[in-house]
């Protein structure tokens, strides 16, 4: 049986959290990031799971990546 969150294309934080290991914080912290897969309804966040895996794994082969986060 395909649990739920593999079904879903956008997860909530704490949804996200729980697949990718990451702390919620983290991933709120991420959503700030320009270029981060993650959409706002509200004040919920939402993240695109395939998206936000792609980019994570991006930023992971590039070590020397320094995140810039946007100031609202």
Request: aromatic share 6%; no cysteine; charged share 20%.
């Amino acid at each position: 049986m395909i649990s739920l969150n593999q079904q879903k294309i956008l997860l909530s934080v704490k949804e996200f959290a729980q697949v990718s290991g990451l702390g919620a914080n983290t991933i709120r912290n991420l959503a700030q990031i320009d270029g981060f897969p993650a959409l706002r309804n509200g004040r919920r966040i939402l993240i695109h799971r395939r998206a936000a895996d792609a980019w994570l794994e991006a930023r992971a082969l590039h070590k020397d990546y320094t995140p810039q986060a946007t100031v609202s």
